[in-house]
């Protein structure tokens, strides 16, 4: 008989939720966290992206984990495979695999993507226990108290380069944090996009079928829908643009004209062009990448890289290992 899926909610408050987009509402430029693009519609719509011809980080990333499974399982060791951002949770397959650890932990943030998408693994690989975690890990104190993660070395993995969405500081910051949360003498598997084409990277993040686009602005259907907003989506253009002095996309909706718009019990004056950031995404070469890891309390272990050069698997180790 093979275990059974677990889950666990530490899904963010509605105060919190408000909390948040009110001081996103108050910076300039105006920027909302990212995860709060991925509720029910935006995960589904993510998944589009992720199949767009333009968009090959998750083709490629896949293709880099099937081809070396063996080799970054020798490197990792044994330990429970906890995952940062598991989305649908399917590049871990390689992984588990070849690795066949004691248990595997789903941490994110969209409880209704979650849940089917740990089942489905569950399914596949019933002898590996697997446990789900509905959260916003980069505000996550410690990991929950539960019997598979007791006295388990903890092994991260951390793909997508969901770590460009946060500025080079809050990616230290990030960073930190994942090595709180795995803890002493623990390891992380982490992909990272590189720097390409400017042509490319834009293309990457507004694909001509328009996924991108309706991506971001079901964030405006998410506000209107849990905070009272009343925008109206087809009031602001979808942007991303390669902002060459921070190494980054910076996707947002535009403002088409002068209007108002009421949110979460206040109103917000939007000028005519001015953007709302939904998110960053910013792109680092390996040398680049190995310093804000070992600025953050890890050291290298190696690098795998597709034939291209387009993205890298950084395997890195805590410092005090």
Request: with cysteine; hydrophobic share 40%; aromatic share 8%.
């Amino acid at each position: 008989m093979g275990a059974e899926m677990q889950l666990i909610d530490l899904h963010p408050e509605p105060a919190d939720m408000r909390r948040l987009v009110l001081e996103g509402m108050a910076r300039q430029p105006r920027q909302l966290p990212a995860w709060l693009l991925y509720d029910a519609e935006g995960s589904r719509l993510f998944e589009e992206i992720c199949e767009q011809p333009e968009y090959g980080l998750t083709r490629t990333e896949m293709a880099l984990l099937e081809a070396r499974a063996p080799e970054l399982a020798a490197a990792l060791g044994s330990g429970v495979l906890v995952e940062f951002g598991a989305g649908n949770a399917r590049k871990v397959g390689p992984l588990l695999q070849a690795l066949r650890p004691p248990a595997y932990v789903a941490l994110d943030i969209s409880a209704d993507h979650l849940g089917p998408a740990c089942q489905e693994l569950q399914d596949r690989h019933p002898l590996v226990p697997v446990l789900g975690i509905c959260c916003d890990y980069s505000a996550l104190p410690q990991l929950p108290a539960h019997p598979l993660l007791s006295g388990q070395r903890r092994l991260g993995f951390y793909p997508g380069s969901s770590i460009g969405n946060f500025s080079p500081d809050e990616a230290q910051r990030l960073l930190r944090q994942l090595g709180q949360l795995l803890g002493p003498s623990s390891q992380l598997l982490i992909g990272i996009d590189q720097p390409k084409a400017v042509e490319r990277l834009e293309a990457a993040y507004n694909d001509a079928a328009g996924i991108s686009a309706a991506f971001a602005r079901n964030l405006l259907v998410r506000l209107n829908r849990d905070l009272a907003g009343h925008f109206n989506p087809e009031a602001f253009a979808y942007s991303a643009r390669w902002q060459p002095e921070h190494n980054r996309i910076a996707m947002a909706l535009v403002s088409r004209q002068d209007q108002s718009v009421q949110l979460a019990g206040e109103i917000w004056n939007f000028a005519a062009g001015e953007p709302l950031i939904t998110e960053y995404s910013v792109k680092y070469g390996p040398k680049e990448f190995t310093a804000l890891a070992e600025s953050s309390g890890w050291q290298p272990l190696g690098r795998w890289s597709d034939p291209a050069g387009d993205l890298s698997l950084h395997l890195l180790v805590t410092a005090d290992s």
